[in-house]
């Protein structure tokens, strides 16, 4: 996964929803720049609910087809969420 070390290993019944974010920076210029990140959403066994970052792309449209690939391979077909926006500091 984006920036991890270790493996996760999780059950695939603690996979609650693959979306996508939109994460706004600025280039040298000072004009915003979007990168698209899938995001995937579990619970751990405590109960806490976490998301990850899978990758980061320029291109929204590469993000859609890995989240729908992973919604489709996890049988979330139906659980498309909005684009997230969020600005770097």
């Known amino acids: 996964m984006f920036g991890r ?4 290993n999780l059950a695939l019944s603690r996979i609650q929803s693959v979306s996508i974010e939109e994460h706004i920076t600025k280039d040298s210029e000072g ?3 979007s990168r698209w990140r899938p995001i995937l959403t579990f619970i751990w066994a405590s109960g806490e ?5 899978l990758a980061e792309y320029r291109d929204l449209g590469r ?3 890995l989240a729908r690939w992973l919604r489709s391979r996890l ?4 659980d498309e969420k909005p684009v997230l ?3 770097a500091a």
């Open 75 to 78: 049988r979330l077909e139906g």
């Open 85 to 87: 926006v969020t600005q």
């Open 63 to 65: 993000a859609e087809v």
């Open 49 to 53: 609910t976490t998301s990850v970052t």
């Open 5 to 8: 070390t270790e493996r996760l």
């Open 31 to 33: 004009d915003p720049v």
